[in-house]
T-cell receptor, first 117, second 114 residues
Framework: DTGVSQDPRHKITKRGQNVTFRCDPI?????LYWYRQTLGQGPEFLTY????????KSRLLSDRFSAERPKGSFSTLEIQRTEQGDSAMYLC???????????????FGPGTRLTVL | AQSVTQLDSQVPVFEEAPVELRCNYS??????LFWYVQYPNQGLQLLLK??????LVESINGFEAEFNKSQTSFHLRKPSVHISDTAEYFC????????????FGTGTRLTIIP
């Protein structure tokens, strides 16, 4: 198991374009989280899934943001009509509700750094 | 709503000196508290957590944190720091035992001076 992976690691796009990020959680982790981190700030929660069900999405920053986890494994985060203010690091994390040894721990991926020109 | 305050954005410390990184939280419900660490060019990693029971919790690399309910604090301490402790440290709170959303502070950058 190599941990949480995210693709791409870096994305540069022009304002108005759509972007999609992928997150592969640790295998058999049933919870998956998305956070956003801007410079000088801590991670900010966006949304999370249990298996394929999206349990909370009220923190998604606008209706331009959407996330899916169609088969309960990998997840995608899409930003439509990107704006310069969307430039940030997008972090994915996963956790297990069944592994007692790490029940309360969220394991983070390396992040995708988005730059909107 | 929950919130976390880390008042010190940067803390420089001489090697082998003690350090305390401050964290205060506000929450209207039961809280579960965490310290995450981000080493240069790496992802966030859990350092230690308080869920219940003993208010003093320890990590495997010598850090400890004490939950103080009356002062709503969860300060992180280490009696003697090493160069390898250079990192950014984030305090976080969850009302869902760690398996729901985490609310993070703004982070403290710990720099160890040789």
């Amino acid at each position: 198991d190599t941990g949480v992976s995210q693709d791409p690691r870096h994305k540069i796009t022009k304002r108005g374009q759509n972007v999609t990020f992928r997150c592969d959680p640790i295998s058999e982790h049933n919870r998956l989280y998305w956070y956003r981190q801007t410079l000088g700030q801590g991670p900010e929660f966006l949304t999370y899934f249990q298996n394929e069900a999206q349990l909370e999405k009220s923190r998604l920053l606008s209706d331009r943001f959407s996330a899916e986890r169609p088969k309960g494994s990998f997840s995608t985060l899409e930003i439509q009509r990107t704006e310069q203010g969307d430039s940030a690091m997008y972090l994915c994390a996963s956790s297990s509700m069944t592994d007692r040894s790490s029940y309360n721990e969220q394991f983070f991926g390396p992040g995708t750094r988005l730059t909107v020109l | 709503a929950q919130s976390v305050t880390q008042l010190d954005s940067q803390v420089p410390v001489f090697e082998e000196a003690p350090v305390e990184l401050r964290c205060n939280y506000s929450s209207s419900v039961s809280v579960y508290l965490f310290w995450y660490v981000q080493y240069p060019n790496q992802g966030l990693q859990l350092l230690l957590k308080y869920l219940s029971g003993s208010t003093l919790v320890e990590s495997i690399n010598g850090f400890e944190a004490e939950f103080n309910k009356s002062q709503t604090s969860f300060h992180l301490r280490k009696p003697s720091v090493h160069i390898s402790d250079t990192a950014e440290y984030f305090c976080a709170v969850s009302d869902g035992f760690g398996n729901e959303k985490l609310t993070f502070g703004t982070g403290t950058r710990l720099t160890i001076i040789p």
